[in-house]
Protein backbone atom coordinates (compact mmCIF):
# COMPACT_ATOMS: atom_id res chain seq x y z
CA UNK A 1 0.00 0.00 0.00
CA UNK A 2 1.47 3.51 -0.95
CA UNK A 3 -0.01 6.18 0.31
CA UNK A 4 1.07 10.25 -0.66
CA UNK A 5 -0.11 12.39 2.41
CA UNK A 6 -0.17 16.12 1.63
CA UNK A 7 2.79 15.36 -0.83
CA UNK A 8 4.19 18.89 -2.73
CA UNK A 9 7.20 19.38 -5.06
CA UNK A 10 8.60 22.50 -5.54
CA UNK A 11 11.82 22.70 -7.95
CA UNK A 12 13.54 26.01 -7.11
CA UNK A 13 15.73 27.41 -10.09
CA UNK A 14 17.75 30.36 -11.26
CA UNK A 15 19.55 33.05 -9.47
CA UNK A 16 19.21 32.85 -5.46
CA UNK A 17 16.63 29.72 -6.08
CA UNK A 18 14.20 32.86 -6.37
CA UNK A 19 12.58 31.00 -9.24
CA UNK A 20 10.06 28.35 -8.25
CA UNK A 21 8.18 25.40 -9.61
CA UNK A 22 5.23 23.47 -8.50
CA UNK A 23 5.30 20.19 -9.70
CA UNK A 24 2.83 18.74 -7.23
CA UNK A 25 1.03 20.48 -5.41
CA UNK A 26 -0.87 19.25 -1.96
CA UNK A 27 -1.49 15.51 -3.56
CA UNK A 28 -3.17 13.17 -1.33
CA UNK A 29 -3.67 9.65 -2.86
CA UNK A 30 -3.74 5.60 -1.62
CA UNK A 31 -2.59 3.10 -4.27
CA UNK A 32 -4.23 -0.18 -2.39
CA UNK A 33 -2.05 -3.33 -2.80
CA UNK A 34 -2.03 -5.43 -5.85
CA UNK A 35 -3.96 -3.04 -7.52
CA UNK A 36 -3.45 -1.18 -10.76
CA UNK A 37 -4.44 2.57 -10.64
CA UNK A 38 -3.69 4.83 -13.90
CA UNK A 39 -2.18 8.15 -13.43
CA UNK A 40 -3.05 10.69 -16.55
CA UNK A 41 -2.97 13.74 -17.39
CA UNK A 42 -1.52 16.42 -20.15
CA UNK A 43 2.76 16.70 -20.36
CA UNK A 44 4.13 18.66 -17.48
CA UNK A 45 0.60 18.00 -15.27
CA UNK A 46 3.38 16.44 -12.61
CA UNK A 47 2.49 12.77 -13.20
CA UNK A 48 6.06 11.83 -13.32
CA UNK A 49 7.03 13.31 -10.58
CA UNK A 50 4.38 12.03 -8.62
CA UNK A 51 5.95 8.69 -9.96
CA UNK A 52 9.61 9.79 -9.17
CA UNK A 53 8.64 10.88 -6.03
CA UNK A 54 6.92 7.42 -5.14
CA UNK A 55 10.14 5.64 -6.67
CA UNK A 56 12.05 7.79 -4.17
CA UNK A 57 14.39 9.24 -6.32
CA UNK A 58 12.83 13.01 -5.66
CA UNK A 59 11.97 14.09 -1.95
CA UNK A 60 8.79 15.68 -1.63
CA UNK A 61 9.41 19.74 -0.55
CA UNK A 62 6.28 19.01 1.78
CA UNK A 63 4.39 16.17 2.73
CA UNK A 64 5.30 12.54 3.36
CA UNK A 65 5.30 9.30 1.26
CA UNK A 66 4.40 6.04 3.03
CA UNK A 67 4.93 2.43 2.02
CA UNK A 68 3.13 0.33 4.36
CA UNK A 69 2.44 2.85 6.74
CA UNK A 70 6.67 4.10 6.85
CA UNK A 71 7.64 6.81 5.57
CA UNK A 72 9.88 6.63 2.45
CA UNK A 73 11.97 9.78 3.35
CA UNK A 74 14.84 8.07 4.62
CA UNK A 75 15.36 4.96 2.38
CA UNK A 76 18.38 3.93 3.78
CA UNK A 77 16.68 3.20 7.35
CA UNK A 78 14.23 0.90 6.22
CA UNK A 79 14.95 -2.94 5.81
CA UNK A 80 15.81 -3.89 2.63
CA UNK A 81 12.60 -5.17 1.53
CA UNK A 82 10.74 -1.98 2.09
CA UNK A 83 13.48 -0.47 0.16
CA UNK A 84 13.23 -2.26 -3.23
CA UNK A 85 9.59 -3.07 -2.85
CA UNK A 86 8.47 -0.38 -5.28
CA UNK A 87 10.49 -0.41 -8.38
CA UNK A 88 10.11 1.54 -11.87
CA UNK A 89 10.34 1.01 -15.67
CA UNK A 90 10.60 4.43 -17.77
CA UNK A 91 9.75 5.52 -21.12
CA UNK A 92 12.93 5.33 -22.87
CA UNK A 93 13.72 1.47 -22.61
CA UNK A 94 17.06 2.01 -24.17
CA UNK A 95 18.58 5.02 -21.58
CA UNK A 96 17.73 2.26 -18.53
CA UNK A 97 20.68 0.32 -19.82
CA UNK A 98 24.37 1.16 -19.28
CA UNK A 99 25.18 0.91 -22.28
CA UNK A 100 29.03 -0.68 -21.31
CA UNK A 101 27.09 -3.91 -19.89
CA UNK A 102 25.58 -6.85 -21.61
CA UNK A 103 21.98 -7.66 -20.47
CA UNK A 104 23.11 -10.61 -18.47
CA UNK A 105 25.10 -8.83 -16.03
CA UNK A 106 22.74 -6.01 -16.42
CA UNK A 107 19.96 -8.58 -15.01
CA UNK A 108 22.05 -9.97 -12.43
CA UNK A 109 23.81 -6.51 -11.13
CA UNK A 110 20.61 -5.79 -8.53
CA UNK A 111 21.02 -9.19 -7.49
CA UNK A 112 24.55 -9.80 -6.90
CA UNK A 113 24.40 -5.84 -5.51
CA UNK A 114 21.96 -6.45 -2.83
CA UNK A 115 22.38 -10.28 -1.94
CA UNK A 116 19.45 -11.25 -3.19
CA UNK A 117 20.96 -14.15 -5.15
CA UNK A 118 24.65 -15.44 -4.12
CA UNK A 119 24.60 -18.54 -5.62
CA UNK A 120 25.69 -18.61 -9.42
CA UNK A 121 23.05 -21.21 -10.32
CA UNK A 122 20.12 -20.46 -8.44
CA UNK A 123 20.90 -16.87 -10.18
CA UNK A 124 20.80 -18.09 -13.64
CA UNK A 125 17.93 -20.04 -12.72
CA UNK A 126 15.83 -16.99 -11.62
CA UNK A 127 16.95 -14.88 -14.97
CA UNK A 128 16.16 -17.80 -17.24
CA UNK A 129 12.60 -18.44 -15.63
CA UNK A 130 12.07 -14.49 -15.95
CA UNK A 131 13.12 -14.91 -19.55
CA UNK A 132 10.75 -17.29 -20.17
CA UNK A 133 7.95 -15.12 -18.27
CA UNK A 134 9.02 -12.00 -21.03
CA UNK A 135 9.04 -14.52 -23.94
CA UNK A 136 12.28 -13.65 -24.69
CA UNK A 137 15.36 -16.07 -25.67
CA UNK A 138 18.19 -16.68 -23.49
CA UNK A 139 20.96 -15.65 -25.99
CA UNK A 140 20.04 -12.00 -25.40
CA UNK A 141 21.86 -12.31 -22.25
CA UNK A 142 25.05 -11.82 -24.44
CA UNK A 143 24.10 -9.05 -26.36
CA UNK A 144 24.84 -5.16 -25.67
CA UNK A 145 21.18 -3.11 -25.27
CA UNK A 146 21.85 -1.35 -28.33
CA UNK A 147 21.75 -4.47 -30.11
CA UNK A 148 17.96 -5.43 -29.22
CA UNK A 149 14.71 -3.34 -30.38
CA UNK A 150 12.94 -1.12 -27.90
CA UNK A 151 10.10 -3.70 -27.44
CA UNK A 152 12.84 -6.41 -26.10
CA UNK A 153 14.59 -3.79 -24.11
CA UNK A 154 11.96 -2.53 -22.50
CA UNK A 155 10.66 -6.35 -21.98
CA UNK A 156 14.36 -6.65 -20.11
CA UNK A 157 13.89 -3.52 -18.13
CA UNK A 158 10.77 -5.22 -16.98
CA UNK A 159 12.34 -8.42 -16.49
CA UNK A 160 15.39 -6.20 -14.18
CA UNK A 161 12.51 -5.08 -12.14
CA UNK A 162 10.68 -8.62 -11.72
CA UNK A 163 13.73 -9.86 -10.66
CA UNK A 164 13.86 -8.16 -7.47
CA UNK A 165 10.25 -9.29 -6.62
CA UNK A 166 8.89 -5.63 -6.53
CA UNK A 167 5.19 -4.99 -4.94
CA UNK A 168 4.79 -1.66 -6.69
CA UNK A 169 6.05 -1.41 -10.18
CA UNK A 170 5.49 2.89 -11.14
CA UNK A 171 5.53 2.39 -15.10
CA UNK A 172 6.19 5.92 -16.33
CA UNK A 173 4.71 6.10 -19.81
CA UNK A 174 6.11 2.51 -20.64
CA UNK A 175 4.42 2.36 -23.77
CA UNK A 176 5.13 5.69 -25.44
CA UNK A 177 7.83 5.00 -27.49
CA UNK A 178 6.81 1.64 -29.00
CA UNK A 179 4.77 1.46 -31.89
CA UNK A 180 0.84 0.02 -31.64
CA UNK A 181 1.84 -3.75 -31.83
CA UNK A 182 4.75 -3.92 -29.21
CA UNK A 183 2.11 -1.71 -27.23
CA UNK A 184 -0.28 -4.00 -26.55
CA UNK A 185 2.53 -6.53 -26.30
CA UNK A 186 3.63 -4.60 -23.02
CA UNK A 187 0.14 -4.20 -21.94
CA UNK A 188 -0.40 -7.52 -22.36
CA UNK A 189 2.93 -8.47 -19.82
CA UNK A 190 1.92 -6.07 -17.50
CA UNK A 191 -1.46 -7.18 -17.19
CA UNK A 192 0.15 -11.38 -16.72
CA UNK A 193 3.09 -10.07 -14.63
CA UNK A 194 -0.03 -8.23 -12.17
CA UNK A 195 -1.76 -11.47 -12.29
CA UNK A 196 0.88 -13.96 -11.38
CA UNK A 197 3.13 -12.09 -9.11
CA UNK A 198 0.40 -9.56 -7.41
CA UNK A 199 2.59 -6.93 -7.55
CA UNK A 200 0.70 -3.31 -8.30
CA UNK A 201 1.42 -0.77 -10.93
CA UNK A 202 1.28 2.65 -10.74
CA UNK A 203 0.31 3.36 -14.80
CA UNK A 204 1.53 6.89 -15.53
CA UNK A 205 0.56 7.46 -19.02
CA UNK A 206 -1.09 10.47 -21.41
CA UNK A 207 -2.46 7.73 -23.57
CA UNK A 208 -6.13 7.11 -22.53
CA UNK A 209 -6.77 3.64 -23.93
CA UNK A 210 -3.56 2.42 -22.83
CA UNK A 211 -4.80 2.94 -18.93
CA UNK A 212 -8.27 2.02 -19.54
CA UNK A 213 -7.57 -1.49 -20.68
CA UNK A 214 -5.36 -2.04 -17.83
CA UNK A 215 -6.44 -0.29 -14.80
CA UNK A 216 -9.15 -0.35 -12.70
CA UNK A 217 -8.82 3.08 -10.92
CA UNK A 218 -7.81 6.58 -12.48
CA UNK A 219 -6.49 9.80 -11.45
CA UNK A 220 -6.27 12.94 -13.53
CA UNK A 221 -3.99 15.50 -12.95
CA UNK A 222 -3.76 19.04 -14.43
CA UNK A 223 -1.13 21.32 -12.99
CA UNK A 224 0.16 19.11 -9.98
CA UNK A 225 -2.97 18.93 -8.99
CA UNK A 226 -5.13 15.28 -8.66
CA UNK A 227 -8.30 17.09 -9.86
CA UNK A 228 -10.38 13.39 -10.27
CA UNK A 229 -10.18 10.52 -9.04
CA UNK A 230 -12.41 7.27 -9.37
CA UNK A 231 -13.14 3.81 -11.43
CA UNK A 232 -12.31 3.51 -14.78
CA UNK A 233 -16.34 3.58 -15.38
CA UNK A 234 -16.18 6.72 -13.26
CA UNK A 235 -14.16 8.28 -14.74
CA UNK A 236 -15.58 7.19 -18.93
CA UNK A 237 -18.90 7.48 -17.89
CA UNK A 238 -19.50 9.82 -15.45
CA UNK A 239 -16.63 12.59 -15.17
CA UNK A 240 -17.29 15.42 -13.64
CA UNK A 241 -14.43 17.87 -13.26
CA UNK A 242 -14.05 19.89 -16.81
CA UNK A 243 -10.95 19.48 -17.09
CA UNK A 244 -11.39 15.43 -16.91
CA UNK A 245 -14.19 16.22 -19.64
CA UNK A 246 -12.27 18.13 -21.74
CA UNK A 247 -9.26 15.51 -21.58
CA UNK A 248 -12.24 12.74 -22.91
CA UNK A 249 -13.27 14.42 -25.35
CA UNK A 250 -9.83 15.25 -26.88
CA UNK A 251 -8.50 11.45 -26.23
CA UNK A 252 -12.26 10.57 -28.38
CA UNK A 253 -11.51 13.21 -30.79
CA UNK A 254 -14.88 14.85 -30.27
CA UNK A 255 -13.28 18.07 -29.78
CA UNK A 256 -9.52 19.53 -29.94
CA UNK A 257 -9.29 21.91 -26.94
CA UNK A 258 -6.73 24.93 -26.69
CA UNK A 259 -6.21 25.43 -23.38
CA UNK A 260 -5.05 29.73 -23.32
CA UNK A 261 -4.19 30.37 -19.89
CA UNK A 262 -1.16 28.65 -17.91
CA UNK A 263 -2.24 26.85 -14.72
CA UNK A 264 0.05 28.38 -12.41
CA UNK A 265 -2.29 29.89 -10.33
CA UNK A 266 -0.65 30.50 -6.99
CA UNK A 267 -4.25 31.01 -5.02
CA UNK A 268 -7.43 29.09 -5.90
CA UNK A 269 -8.29 26.34 -8.33
CA UNK A 270 -5.62 25.65 -10.82
CA UNK A 271 -8.00 25.07 -13.71
CA UNK A 272 -9.95 28.09 -13.27
CA UNK A 273 -8.35 29.97 -16.17
CA UNK A 274 -9.85 28.00 -18.36
CA UNK A 275 -13.02 26.51 -16.78
CA UNK A 276 -16.58 27.58 -18.28
CA UNK A 277 -17.86 26.88 -14.47
CA UNK A 278 -15.58 29.81 -13.28
CA UNK A 279 -17.28 31.68 -10.57
CA UNK A 280 -15.67 33.70 -7.41
CA UNK A 281 -15.09 31.05 -5.26
CA UNK A 282 -12.33 29.77 -7.92
CA UNK A 283 -10.31 32.25 -7.17
CA UNK A 284 -10.58 32.50 -3.64
CA UNK A 285 -9.91 29.07 -2.58
CA UNK A 286 -8.42 25.83 -3.70
CA UNK A 287 -11.17 22.92 -4.35
CA UNK A 288 -10.29 19.37 -2.11
CA UNK A 289 -11.27 16.19 -3.65
CA UNK A 290 -14.53 15.80 -1.85
CA UNK A 291 -16.34 12.27 -2.23
CA UNK A 292 -19.38 12.21 -5.03
CA UNK A 293 -19.52 8.20 -5.55
CA UNK A 294 -18.19 5.84 -3.95
CA UNK A 295 -14.75 5.61 -4.86
CA UNK A 296 -15.39 8.70 -7.01
CA UNK A 297 -13.51 12.15 -5.75
CA UNK A 298 -13.78 15.94 -7.48
CA UNK A 299 -11.64 18.32 -7.05
CA UNK A 300 -14.21 21.32 -7.65
CA UNK A 301 -16.53 23.07 -5.73
CA UNK A 302 -19.33 22.65 -8.11
CA UNK A 303 -18.92 18.98 -8.62
CA UNK A 304 -21.72 18.09 -6.76
CA UNK A 305 -24.09 20.82 -8.28
CA UNK A 306 -22.98 19.44 -11.50
CA UNK A 307 -23.34 15.64 -10.88
CA UNK A 308 -27.20 16.52 -9.51
CA UNK A 309 -27.98 18.43 -12.68
CA UNK B 1 36.42 7.46 -47.86
CA UNK B 2 39.71 9.33 -48.22
CA UNK B 3 38.85 10.22 -44.42
CA UNK B 4 38.00 6.69 -43.42
CA UNK B 5 41.72 5.62 -44.86
CA UNK B 6 43.32 8.86 -43.29
CA UNK B 7 41.72 7.96 -40.14
CA UNK B 8 42.71 4.50 -39.86
CA UNK B 9 46.75 5.37 -41.47
CA UNK B 10 47.13 7.80 -38.25
CA UNK B 11 46.51 5.14 -35.94
CA UNK B 12 48.34 2.00 -37.88
CA UNK B 13 51.49 4.58 -38.11
CA UNK B 14 51.36 5.36 -34.64
CA UNK B 15 51.00 1.09 -33.29
CA UNK B 16 54.04 0.73 -35.88
CA UNK B 17 55.89 3.22 -34.19
CA UNK B 18 55.02 2.55 -30.73
CA UNK B 19 55.50 -1.00 -30.95
CA UNK B 20 59.09 -0.47 -32.63
CA UNK B 21 59.75 1.82 -29.73
CA UNK B 22 58.41 -0.71 -27.31
CA UNK B 23 60.25 -3.34 -28.50
CA UNK B 24 63.51 -1.46 -28.55
CA UNK B 25 62.67 -0.22 -24.84
CA UNK B 26 62.13 -4.41 -23.74
CA UNK B 27 65.05 -5.06 -25.02
CA UNK B 28 67.19 -2.88 -24.96
CA UNK B 29 70.06 -4.41 -23.08
CA UNK B 30 69.84 -7.07 -26.05
CA UNK B 31 70.07 -4.23 -29.02
CA UNK B 32 72.97 -1.93 -27.65
CA UNK B 33 76.36 -1.95 -29.01
CA UNK B 34 79.11 -1.02 -26.40
CA UNK B 35 77.79 -0.16 -22.68
CA UNK B 36 76.15 2.91 -22.64
CA UNK B 37 78.51 4.18 -19.75
CA UNK B 38 81.86 2.93 -21.39
CA UNK B 39 83.54 5.91 -21.64
CA UNK B 40 86.31 5.67 -24.19
CA UNK B 41 88.37 9.16 -24.13
CA UNK B 42 90.97 8.20 -26.75
CA UNK B 43 87.78 8.09 -29.69
CA UNK B 44 85.56 11.46 -28.27
CA UNK B 45 83.40 13.07 -30.91
CA UNK B 46 83.35 9.93 -33.27
CA UNK B 47 81.24 10.64 -36.49
CA UNK B 48 79.34 7.44 -37.78
CA UNK B 49 80.12 4.52 -38.32
CA UNK B 50 80.18 1.12 -37.80
CA UNK B 51 81.68 0.28 -35.03
CA UNK B 52 79.90 3.40 -33.27
CA UNK B 53 76.63 3.96 -35.71
CA UNK B 54 75.62 6.73 -34.12
CA UNK B 55 78.84 8.18 -33.56
CA UNK B 56 80.03 8.73 -29.94
CA UNK B 57 80.18 11.71 -27.30
CA UNK B 58 82.53 13.67 -25.75
CA UNK B 59 83.21 11.17 -23.35
CA UNK B 60 83.69 8.80 -26.04
CA UNK B 61 80.33 6.76 -25.15
CA UNK B 62 78.54 5.01 -27.42
CA UNK B 63 75.53 7.21 -29.11
CA UNK B 64 73.17 4.63 -30.00
CA UNK B 65 73.68 2.58 -26.84
CA UNK B 66 72.53 5.61 -24.79
CA UNK B 67 69.71 6.28 -27.52
CA UNK B 68 68.47 2.87 -27.05
CA UNK B 69 68.94 2.72 -22.94
CA UNK B 70 67.26 5.90 -23.24
CA UNK B 71 64.26 4.86 -24.72
CA UNK B 72 63.25 3.08 -21.71
CA UNK B 73 63.56 6.48 -19.21
CA UNK B 74 61.36 8.19 -21.80
CA UNK B 75 58.39 5.89 -22.35
CA UNK B 76 58.57 5.50 -18.47
CA UNK B 77 58.75 8.68 -16.96
CA UNK B 78 55.64 8.91 -19.85
CA UNK B 79 53.76 5.96 -18.67
CA UNK B 80 53.91 6.91 -14.50
CA UNK B 81 53.16 10.45 -15.27
CA UNK B 82 50.44 10.21 -17.46
CA UNK B 83 48.87 7.34 -15.18
CA UNK B 84 49.50 9.41 -12.59
CA UNK B 85 47.58 12.45 -13.66
CA UNK B 86 44.63 10.19 -15.33
CA UNK B 87 44.21 8.63 -12.04
CA UNK B 88 44.52 11.26 -10.07
CA UNK B 89 42.70 13.61 -12.01
CA UNK B 90 39.42 11.45 -12.65
CA UNK B 91 39.27 10.32 -9.31
CA UNK B 92 39.00 14.12 -8.78
CA UNK B 93 36.79 14.40 -11.00
CA UNK B 94 34.11 11.64 -10.57
CA UNK B 95 33.98 13.08 -7.10
CA UNK B 96 33.37 16.76 -8.20
CA UNK B 97 30.83 16.07 -10.95
CA UNK B 98 28.97 13.46 -8.76
CA UNK B 99 29.20 15.05 -5.04
CA UNK B 100 27.33 17.47 -3.89
CA UNK B 101 26.85 21.08 -5.93
CA UNK B 102 29.11 22.88 -3.22
CA UNK B 103 31.66 20.47 -2.78
CA UNK B 104 32.33 20.45 -6.89
CA UNK B 105 32.16 24.47 -6.60
CA UNK B 106 35.18 24.39 -3.77
CA UNK B 107 36.91 22.21 -6.31
CA UNK B 108 36.13 23.70 -9.23
CA UNK B 109 37.21 26.91 -7.56
CA UNK B 110 40.98 25.16 -6.40
CA UNK B 111 41.28 24.23 -10.24
CA UNK B 112 40.69 27.21 -11.67
CA UNK B 113 43.52 28.77 -9.49
CA UNK B 114 45.49 25.95 -10.32
CA UNK B 115 45.24 25.81 -14.11
CA UNK B 116 45.77 30.24 -13.64
CA UNK B 117 49.74 29.67 -13.08
CA UNK B 118 51.01 28.88 -16.38
CA UNK B 119 51.75 25.35 -16.73
CA UNK B 120 55.35 25.09 -17.50
CA UNK B 121 56.98 28.01 -15.38
CA UNK B 122 55.37 26.06 -12.70
CA UNK B 123 56.90 22.47 -13.35
CA UNK B 124 60.01 24.37 -14.05
CA UNK B 125 60.16 26.37 -10.77
CA UNK B 126 59.31 23.08 -8.56
CA UNK B 127 61.70 21.09 -10.69
CA UNK B 128 64.21 23.60 -9.39
CA UNK B 129 63.16 23.75 -6.05
CA UNK B 130 62.98 19.88 -5.30
CA UNK B 131 66.71 19.64 -7.51
CA UNK B 132 67.38 16.92 -10.05
CA UNK B 133 66.16 13.50 -9.56
CA UNK B 134 63.80 10.66 -11.30
CA UNK B 135 61.13 11.39 -8.43
CA UNK B 136 61.37 14.99 -8.26
CA UNK B 137 60.76 15.23 -11.77
CA UNK B 138 58.04 12.72 -11.43
CA UNK B 139 56.25 15.29 -8.73
CA UNK B 140 56.97 18.71 -11.11
CA UNK B 141 55.24 16.51 -13.93
CA UNK B 142 52.48 15.24 -11.70
CA UNK B 143 51.79 18.61 -10.18
CA UNK B 144 49.79 20.32 -12.71
CA UNK B 145 48.97 17.73 -15.34
CA UNK B 146 45.99 15.62 -13.47
CA UNK B 147 43.91 19.12 -13.37
CA UNK B 148 43.16 19.00 -16.86
CA UNK B 149 41.64 15.40 -15.79
CA UNK B 150 39.90 16.21 -13.27
CA UNK B 151 38.01 19.36 -15.33
CA UNK B 152 37.34 16.97 -18.36
CA UNK B 153 36.21 14.04 -16.26
CA UNK B 154 33.72 16.34 -14.17
CA UNK B 155 32.27 17.75 -17.72
CA UNK B 156 31.50 14.17 -18.34
CA UNK B 157 30.13 12.78 -15.10
CA UNK B 158 27.53 15.87 -15.53
CA UNK B 159 26.02 14.74 -18.49
CA UNK B 160 26.43 11.54 -17.43
CA UNK B 161 24.28 11.69 -14.39
CA UNK B 162 21.49 13.22 -16.60
CA UNK B 163 21.42 9.87 -18.64
CA UNK B 164 18.56 7.88 -17.89
CA UNK B 165 20.61 4.64 -16.68
CA UNK B 166 21.98 6.64 -13.70
CA UNK B 167 18.81 7.51 -12.27
CA UNK B 168 17.43 3.90 -12.75
CA UNK B 169 20.56 2.85 -10.96
CA UNK B 170 18.99 4.19 -8.32
CA UNK B 171 16.16 3.70 -8.19
CA UNK B 172 17.64 -0.43 -8.26
CA UNK B 173 18.81 0.72 -5.07
CA UNK B 174 22.55 1.49 -6.00
CA UNK B 175 25.35 3.24 -3.60
CA UNK B 176 26.49 6.33 -4.70
CA UNK B 177 30.35 4.08 -4.75
CA UNK B 178 28.59 1.36 -7.25
CA UNK B 179 27.34 3.61 -9.49
CA UNK B 180 30.14 5.88 -9.35
CA UNK B 181 32.86 3.22 -10.37
CA UNK B 182 30.56 0.60 -12.32
CA UNK B 183 28.21 2.83 -14.48
CA UNK B 184 30.27 6.43 -14.56
CA UNK B 185 33.82 5.26 -14.70
CA UNK B 186 33.35 2.84 -17.33
CA UNK B 187 31.49 5.09 -19.59
CA UNK B 188 34.53 8.15 -19.27
CA UNK B 189 36.97 5.15 -19.82
CA UNK B 190 37.25 5.41 -24.06
CA UNK B 191 37.90 9.55 -23.83
CA UNK B 192 39.80 9.36 -20.68
CA UNK B 193 42.69 6.99 -23.02
CA UNK B 194 42.21 8.97 -25.95
CA UNK B 195 43.21 11.99 -23.45
CA UNK B 196 45.98 10.31 -22.07
CA UNK B 197 47.73 9.60 -25.13
CA UNK B 198 47.81 12.87 -26.25
CA UNK B 199 49.20 13.98 -22.82
CA UNK B 200 51.85 11.14 -23.62
CA UNK B 201 53.62 12.88 -25.94
CA UNK B 202 53.62 16.37 -24.34
CA UNK B 203 54.67 14.91 -20.95
CA UNK B 204 57.55 13.40 -22.76
CA UNK B 205 58.08 16.16 -24.22
CA UNK B 206 58.52 18.14 -21.02
CA UNK B 207 60.62 15.62 -19.75
CA UNK B 208 63.00 16.00 -21.77
CA UNK B 209 63.37 19.87 -21.52
CA UNK B 210 63.48 19.05 -17.55
CA UNK B 211 66.31 16.87 -18.40
CA UNK B 212 67.90 19.51 -21.07
CA UNK B 213 67.80 22.45 -18.47
CA UNK B 214 69.68 19.64 -16.39
CA UNK B 215 66.42 19.24 -13.74
CA UNK B 216 65.84 15.26 -14.26
CA UNK B 217 67.27 12.30 -13.58
CA UNK B 218 71.27 11.85 -12.56
CA UNK B 219 73.52 13.69 -15.62
CA UNK B 220 75.48 10.47 -16.24
CA UNK B 221 71.92 8.66 -17.06
CA UNK B 222 71.10 8.10 -20.65
CA UNK B 223 67.78 10.02 -21.34
CA UNK B 224 67.43 11.83 -24.49
CA UNK B 225 66.88 15.55 -23.36
CA UNK B 226 69.91 15.54 -21.28
CA UNK B 227 71.82 14.03 -24.30
CA UNK B 228 70.81 16.28 -26.54
CA UNK B 229 71.81 19.37 -23.72
CA UNK B 230 75.41 17.81 -23.89
CA UNK B 231 75.15 17.36 -27.47
CA UNK B 232 74.44 21.68 -27.83
CA UNK B 233 78.02 22.47 -26.90
CA UNK B 234 79.29 20.97 -29.82
CA UNK B 235 76.34 21.43 -32.52
CA UNK B 236 79.41 22.93 -35.22
CA UNK B 237 81.99 20.35 -34.77
CA UNK B 238 80.07 17.49 -33.63
CA UNK B 239 76.61 17.83 -34.62
CA UNK B 240 75.41 14.11 -34.46
CA UNK B 241 75.02 13.94 -30.73
CA UNK B 242 72.46 16.35 -30.31
CA UNK B 243 70.68 15.13 -33.68
CA UNK B 244 70.21 11.75 -33.33
CA UNK B 245 68.81 12.09 -29.80
CA UNK B 246 66.41 14.57 -31.04
CA UNK B 247 65.13 12.76 -33.78
CA UNK B 248 64.26 10.11 -31.16
CA UNK B 249 62.53 12.79 -28.99
CA UNK B 250 60.50 13.93 -32.23
CA UNK B 251 59.62 10.42 -33.72
CA UNK B 252 58.43 9.64 -30.62
CA UNK B 253 56.45 12.60 -29.83
CA UNK B 254 54.88 12.25 -32.97
CA UNK B 255 53.50 8.26 -32.11
CA UNK B 256 51.92 9.31 -29.08
CA UNK B 257 50.50 12.42 -31.43
CA UNK B 258 49.10 10.37 -34.28
CA UNK B 259 48.15 7.57 -31.32
CA UNK B 260 45.72 10.17 -29.90
CA UNK B 261 44.47 11.27 -32.54
CA UNK B 262 43.82 8.20 -34.38
CA UNK B 263 42.13 7.08 -30.96
CA UNK B 264 39.61 9.91 -31.42
CA UNK B 265 38.66 9.72 -34.79
CA UNK B 266 38.26 5.74 -34.42
CA UNK B 267 36.22 6.12 -31.40
CA UNK B 268 34.20 8.86 -32.98
CA UNK B 269 34.75 10.74 -29.87
CA UNK B 270 34.42 14.21 -31.23
CA UNK B 271 34.73 15.49 -27.62
CA UNK B 272 37.79 15.41 -26.61
CA UNK B 273 40.15 18.24 -27.85
CA UNK B 274 43.96 19.02 -26.79
CA UNK B 275 43.45 20.41 -23.59
CA UNK B 276 46.31 21.95 -21.01
Known amino acids: MLEFRNVSKVFRQGWL ?92 EPLIYHGLLQNKQERLFRIRETLKLINMEEDCLDKYPGQLSGGQVQRLALARVLLMDPRLIVADEPTTMLDLSIQAQILHLLKRIHEQTGAGILLIS ?59 NPT ?11 QELCAAKSPELIPVGREHFVACHFANEVKNG | MTSFIMKRTSFILAMVLLSFLAAVALLAPWLTLHDPYAQNLDNRFAGPSGTYWFGTDDLGRCVYSRLIMGTRV ?70 LG ?15 KEREFIETARSLGFGSFHILFKHLLPNCLGPIIVLSSMEMAGVILMAAGLNFLGLGVQDSYPEWGAMLDRGKNYLRTAPHIATFPG ?23 GEVTRSV
Not at chain 1, 242 to 253: D, G, I, K
Not at chain 1, 268 to 278: D, L, M, S, T
Not at chain 2, 247 to 264: C, E, K, P, Q, W
Open chain 1, 17 to 108: KKAEIVAVKDISLLIKPKEIFGLMGESGSGKSTLGKLALGLLTPSAGEVLWEGKSRADLKSLPQEARLAIQGITQNPYGVFNPRYRIGYALA
Open chain 2, 146 to 160: WVGYARFVRGMVLSL
Open chain 1, 268 to 278: GCVYRGNCYRV
Open chain 1, 206 to 264: HDLPVVTALARRIGMMYGGRLVEVGTVQDILNNALHPYTQLFLAAAREEAFPELQNSSN
Open chain 2, 74 to 143: SLFTGIIVVSLNALIGSLVGLISGFGPKVFDSIVMGLLDILLAFPGTILTLAVAGILGPGFLNMIIALTL
Open chain 2, 247 to 269: LAIMVTVLAFNLLGDGLRDLLQG
